[in-house]
């Protein structure tokens, strides 16, 4: 916390690669230790409301940020079972118009978006920036805050800020080196993401 996050977050039911996935057990014991003011996310590739909510529940996380498929329907039952969570939507950018179309679609089902890459075997952690004239256009667009994500690091956090303007901003294997995080490239991130509002 050092490094002054908002928010942290726990990849935990997955279904996709992801070399950073953790234990349910190990992912408590540090949500346990979480100052105030600090977010604990349940990043999850489940689809299944019920497993979900079980498992946010058990976690006993704040923020729910679902990266596969679900319908709106599901995500409203998921958002009123778990009052006292924050929803994220994960919207994966490839296409424009598929991709207005999801922000269409959830922008009224959960509290954000999120906007990510995608392979065919990774659900986000790609290290792959998108196309940020979509995401842009997202920003500008959606009824509710908008978080980028997708192959951002310290080094183009700044001018990816500067270009979409969103909400907020999240990394993964951007700050990582050898596959653990770096406490440098954390605390630059997060530097360089706050001088983009600032300037």
Same mark, same amino acid.
């Given at each position: *916390? ?10 935990v /039911?997955?279904?996709?690669?992801? @070399? ?12 346990? =230790?979480?100052p105030?003011?600090?977010? %604990?996310?349940?990043?999850t ?7 979900? !909510? ?7 996380? +704040?923020?729910? =940020?679902?990266?596969?498929? *679900?319908?709106?329907? $599901?995500i ?5 079972? *778990?009052a +006292? ?5 994960? !919207?994966?950018?490839?296409? @424009?118009?598929?991709a207005? =179309?999801?922000m ?7 509290? #954000?978006?999120?906007?990510? %890459?995608?392979t065919? /075997?990774?659900?986000?952690?790609t290290?792959?920036?998108?196309? &940020?004239?979509i ?5 500008s667009?959606?009824?509710?805050p908008?978080?980028? #994500? /997708? ?6 956090v ?6 979409? *303007?969103?909400?907020?901003v $999240?990394? +993964?294997?951007?700050?990582?080196? $050898? /596959? ?9 991130? !997060?530097s360089?993401?706050?001088?983009a @509002? &600032?300037i």
């Amino acid at each position: *916390m050092k490094a002054d996050a908002n928010a942290v977050g726990f990849l935990v /039911g997955l279904t996709h690669l992801a @070399e950073d996935k953790i234990h349910k057990d190990d992912a408590k014991a540090i949500i346990a =230790q979480l100052p105030p003011f600090v977010s %604990s996310v349940l990043v999850t590739h489940l689809t299944d409301r019920d497993e979900i !909510i079980a498992l946010a529940t058990e976690l006993r996380v +704040n923020t729910i =940020q679902i990266h596969d498929y *679900m319908s709106p329907a $599901d995500i409203i039952f998921v958002r009123k079972k *778990m009052a +006292n969570c924050k929803i994220i939507k994960a !919207i994966h950018i490839i296409d @424009e118009a598929e991709a207005i =179309q999801m922000m269409h679609d959830f922008e009224y089902t959960c509290d #954000a978006l999120l906007l990510d %890459s995608r392979t065919k /075997g990774r659900l986000g952690g790609t290290g792959l920036v998108h196309d &940020w004239n979509i995401s842009k256009h997202i920003v500008s667009e959606s009824k509710i805050p908008v978080i980028l #994500a /997708g192959g951002l690091t310290e080094k183009n956090v700044f001018d990816a800020v500067k270009k979409t *303007m969103p909400f907020g901003v $999240d990394v +993964n294997s951007g700050v990582e080196t $050898d /596959g653990w995080k770096n406490y440098a490239k954390v605390k630059e991130f !997060i530097s360089e993401a706050h001088r983009a @509002e &600032w300037i």
